[in-house]
């Protein structure tokens, strides 16, 4: 597609309920990213994708959190038992591969709201 | 990756130039500076980047001085659409895991 794509725009679930985000990356882009940005804060690096893989897990928080990308494009965020903390709007990114230019294209996020 | 300092708000009048410092004394000789900014309710956008030469494109200049330790994001005419916190990230060149290091940036405000 034309830019990056992120659903549901909007996610209200319950304390320890299951949630998937999904992310449709830029057509071509071998690079994944996600991110996590909590009100008045910049966004927080989550994890990585090259491909297939997750080449950088670094920035999930526990291991409530996983994401996958099986056929190395579409990619989904996991979030098992959710918490009012993980209440936040997530944002996928997606980028060349050896551009070496960091420019990444964002798309607008989804807001997940923990009750 | 080295850590920036800007303003946490500025204010700028329409058609005026709008003018953001980014503070990076700790930069090292590799490392690429980087601009992006965030519209209300949208993902962060690219702007520019650069490492010794000022740099220009359709959106934006940036002017980054001499020991690099600090630049300026240069918007020549803003309008109300710039209205957006912005983000200068500093981060050495990665041909594979481009990860980026956000802060709190600065809420730039154009006044009509």
């Known amino acids: 597609g034309a830019g990056v794509s992120q659903t549901p725009s909007n996610k209200v679930t319950e304390k320890g309920k299951y949630v998937e985000l999904r992310c449709d990356p830029i057509?071509?882009?071998?690079?994944l990213y996600w991110y996590r940005q909590s009100l008045g804060q910049g966004p927080e690096f989550l994890i990585y994708?090259?491909?297939?893989?997750?080449?950088?897990d670094s920035g999930l928080p526990n291991d409530r959190f996983f994401a996958v990308r099986p056929e190395g494009s579409v990619s989904t965020l996991k979030i098992q038992r959710t918490e009012r903390g993980d209440s936040a709007v997530y944002l996928c990114a997606s980028s060349s591969q050896g551009s070496g230019a960091n420019v990444l294209t964002f798309g607008a996020g989804s807001r997940l709201t923990v009750l | 990756d080295a850590k920036t300092t800007q303003p946490t708000s500025m204010d700028c009048a329409e058609g005026r130039a709008a003018n953001l410092p980014c503070n990076h004394s700790?930069?090292?000789?590799?490392?690429?500076v980087y601009w992006y900014r965030q519209i209300h309710s949208q993902g962060p956008q690219y702007i520019i980047h650069?490492?010794?030469n000022n740099e220009t494109n359709e959106m934006a200049s940036l002017i980054i001085t001499e020991d690099r330790k600090s630049s300026t994001l240069i918007l020549p005419h803003a309008t109300l659409r710039d209205t957006a916190v912005y983000y200068c990230?500093?981060?050495?060149?990665?041909?594979?895991?481009?990860?980026?290091?956000f802060g709190t940036g600065t809420r730039l405000t154009i006044i009509p």
């Open positions: 057509s071509g882009h071998t690079a």
């Open positions: 994708f090259q491909g297939t893989g997750a080449a950088d």
């Open positions: 700790t930069i090292s000789g590799n490392e690429y």
């Open positions: 650069g490492l010794k």
């Open positions: 990230i500093v981060r050495p060149p990665n041909f594979g895991n481009e990860k980026l290091t």
